[in-house]
């Protein structure tokens, strides 16, 4: 445990927000709408932000896209010289397709990564026997159905199967040199979601929420040494 959790300690340096491994961006408009994408988001990627908010497609929607994360993370250790991760680049790619089945129903299915990170540290790295490389994601596969109850409300619901993968190499301290220790492993998880939207002005002012339940995912791997 005291290994897992110091890996996760270097992978969650370079991140400021409290959400720890979220991604968000799995919509450009999403990400320029900020935090009000559960209140406004009409197409098939509402799946990851309010299953409510499918019933803004008109018929047939498919949306598909990548966003690239570079981190970038340098420090200097006491008595030593610069150091800072080697290029990373995370891709956590997002599909989604929702269809419009009458004026009341939609039905959708939405995969993308809601959880990700990764640390690529020098060889000569001061931290190595903790971490040298290590990589975190999980999954999601979310079907989801709308109802629209009033004209001006409107829920949803989605289940989510998950996929959680993690991998993690070090250095171990050998009596006259260093050994490499490589470990991997994944698991499968499943999970709920919720959402509500309420036109409180029609055409002017929106209401949004969504609840996601608990996930609990046990992880089986190996280790090469």
């Given at each position: 445990m005291?290994?897992?959790?110091?890996?996760?300690?270097?992978?969650?340096?370079?991140?400021?927000h409290?959400?720890?491994?979220?991604?968000?961006?799995?919509?450009?408009?999403?990400?320029?709408?900020?935090?009000t994408?559960?209140?406004?988001?009409?197409?098939?990627?509402?799946?990851?932000?309010?299953?409510?908010?499918?019933?803004g497609?008109k018929?047939?929607?498919?949306?598909?896209?990548?966003?690239?994360?570079?981190?970038?993370?340098?420090?200097?250790?006491?008595?030593?010289?610069?150091?800072?991760?080697?290029?990373?680049?995370?891709?956590?790619?997002?599909?989604?397709?929702?269809y419009?089945?009458?004026?009341?129903?939609?039905?959708?299915?939405?995969?993308?990564?809601?959880?990700?990170a990764?640390?690529?540290?020098?060889?000569?790295?001061?931290?190595?026997?903790?971490?040298?490389?290590?990589?975190?994601?999980?999954?999601?596969?979310?079907?989801?159905?709308?109802?629209?109850?009033?004209?001006?409300?409107?829920?949803?619901?989605?289940?989510?199967?998950?996929?959680?993968?993690?991998?993690?190499?070090?250095k171990?301290?050998?009596?006259q040199?260093?050994?490499?220790?490589?470990?991997?492993?994944?698991?499968?998880?499943?999970?709920?979601?919720?959402?509500?939207?309420?036109?409180?002005?029609?055409?002017?002012?929106?209401?949004?929420?969504?609840?996601r339940?608990?996930?609990?995912?046990?992880?089986e791997?190996?280790?090469d040494f």
């Amino acid at each position: 445990m005291k290994k897992t959790l110091s890996v996760a300690t270097l992978l969650a340096a370079g991140l400021s927000h409290a959400a720890g491994f979220a991604i968000d961006t799995h919509s450009a408009r999403a990400t320029g709408l900020c935090s009000t994408a559960n209140a406004t988001m009409q197409d098939s990627s509402a799946i990851a932000y309010n299953p409510a908010n499918i019933l803004g497609v008109k018929k047939l929607d498919i949306t598909a896209g990548d966003v690239v994360i570079n981190p970038h993370l340098k420090f200097t250790p006491e008595g030593g010289d610069q150091q800072g991760f080697k290029p990373t680049y995370v891709p956590p790619p997002h599909a989604f397709a929702v269809y419009r089945i009458n004026e009341s129903m939609a039905a959708g299915l939405g995969v993308y990564v809601p959880f990700g990170a990764g640390a690529n540290w020098p060889e000569d790295f001061v931290g190595r026997t903790r971490g040298l490389e290590s990589t975190v994601a999980t999954y999601a596969f979310n079907p989801t159905f709308a109802y629209q109850a009033h004209d001006r409300f409107r829920m949803g619901v989605g289940v989510s199967l998950l996929r959680g993968t993690v991998g993690i190499r070090r250095k171990i301290a050998l009596v006259q040199n260093e050994g490499t220790i490589q470990i991997g492993g994944a698991g499968w998880g499943f999970g709920y979601n919720a959402g509500i939207q309420v036109d409180v002005v029609k055409d002017l002012l929106g209401f949004g929420a969504q609840f996601r339940g608990p996930t609990q995912t046990n992880f089986e791997g190996k280790g090469d040494f």
